[in-house]
């Protein structure tokens, strides 16, 4: 079966950390594109971190360049550690994976992991 998983999620105080992680099944992303988007409380779903597996590139949105990181081991995990989280982070994280080396708009997604962050 074909699905994404995500976990890593919950409360954490500001300026705390957490490390979300989205585990894939039924294959392998080393062709893929990985992307975490977020969906926060009366907002669009919006894109923090894509990367292109087969290059190793990354992107970030603004709101979290030097606090986020995604990895991949180009099989089955893709992580997003977050640093210094901040109340505006909250929201549903979701992740995304496209077959593709420069497209990063998901053609599968997971059902996402909640991350509230307030003291």
């Known amino acids: 079966q074909v699905q994404l998983v995500e976990s890593g999620g919950g409360l954490v105080q500001p300026g705390g950390s957490l490390r979300l992680s989205c585990v894939a099944s039924?294959?392998?992303?080393?062709?893929?594109?990985m992307s975490w988007f977020r969906q926060r409380p009366g907002k669009e779903r919006e894109l923090v971190a894509f990367?292109?597996?087969?290059?190793?590139?990354t992107r970030y949105a603004d709101s979290v360049k030097d606090r986020f990181q995604i990895s991949s081991d180009n099989e089955t995990h893709t992580s997003l550690q977050m640093n210094g989280l901040k109340p505006e982070d909250t929201a549903v994280y979701y992740c995304?994976?496209?077959?593709?080396?420069?497209?990063?708009?998901?053609?599968?997604w997971g059902k996402g992991t909640q991350v509230t962050v307030s003291s």
């Open positions: 990367i292109i597996n087969v290059s190793g590139k």
């Open positions: 995304g994976a496209r077959h593709s080396s420069y497209n990063c708009e998901p053609a599968r």
């Open positions: 039924g294959f392998t992303t080393g062709k893929y594109v």
